[in-house]
């Protein structure tokens, strides 16, 4: 079932599987694989004309309302990365010291987070709350 979000083109603001971007694929995941609706933000980041280094106030915007930081990661747990001095991109630990992420312009893959490139710029897991979830 993984396959299927393994080699997603990236596209700013996708949110389907012929192109989408970091979110996108995280609200991919969280829909079709788990089950779980999870806001898009296309259109905010569409409308606003984000780039990557303004996507950082949404995601800490959104971790407040949904998420709750953990100490270790466990499978489905978002991985919050930067880019410089900004939180500019996320990711779904899989578990194993695995994460899936789509970082423009490459197309979604499963990396480890041991990997030097990535592992230097986590700054944190977030679990998605349980309760005050919207229904489907």
Sequence with gaps: M?????????VAH???YDGADCW???YLYYRDLLGTPIPSY???MHEREFHRRDIGPLIDAEKEKRW????APSPGDCVLLRAGRYNSHV???LGAGKIL???GPEPSVVARLDDMRLRSRIT????LKTDGLPSA
């Design 2 to 10: 993984l396959s299927k979000f393994v080699g997603i083109p990236y």
């Design 124 to 127: 944190g897991y977030f679990r």
């Design 68 to 71: 709750l930081q953990a100490d």
């Design 24 to 26: 996108g694929l995280v």
């Design 14 to 16: 996708g949110r389907d």
């Design 101 to 103: 992420h789509s970082e």
């Design 42 to 44: 296309s259109v905010e």
């Design 91 to 93: 990711g779904i630990f």
